[in-house]
């Protein structure tokens, strides 16, 4: 297990895990390599949880959040996508019949829907 111990004793912001990234060639945050300090990235679901439990810390993990920000700001907008408010509610289920009817691996199918 990662020694956290070591994070928590930080000079930078004592009692706190900081987090240094860099972007990826994907465009999503990864470990900063030159970092020292461990990243909760890669971390499992509940060692995350002990660390964010009882420490008014929150994990979030937003599924999708392209097509949750969108009709966010659809809403405030007072427009309609019930054809992205259908998707959100029912991700699994279109997911697999794209893949049945376009004959696509489930593992594509995502990035196909992102792009």
């Known amino acids: 297990m990662i020694d956290l111990s070591f994070s928590l004793n930080n000079t930078l912001k004592p009692n706190s895990i900081p987090q240094i990234y860099r972007e990826g060639s994907n465009g999503r ?21 002990l660390i964010f439990s009882g420490h008014e810390n929150y994990d979030y993990d937003i599924s999708n959040c392209h097509f949750a ?3 966010g700001l659809c809403m405030k907008y007072g427009l309609k996508c019930p054809s992205v408010d259908y998707y959100l509610a029912h991700k699994s289920e279109c997911r697999a019949r794209w893949c ?8 594509h199918v995502k990035g196909y829907i992102l792009s």
């Open 69 to 71: 920000i969108f009709k």
């Open 100 to 107: 049945e009817e376009f004959n696509v691996e489930m593992k």
């Open 29 to 49: 945050l990864c470990p900063a390599n030159a970092s020292s300090f461990p990243s909760i990235i890669p971390m499992s679901k509940e060692v995350k949880a």
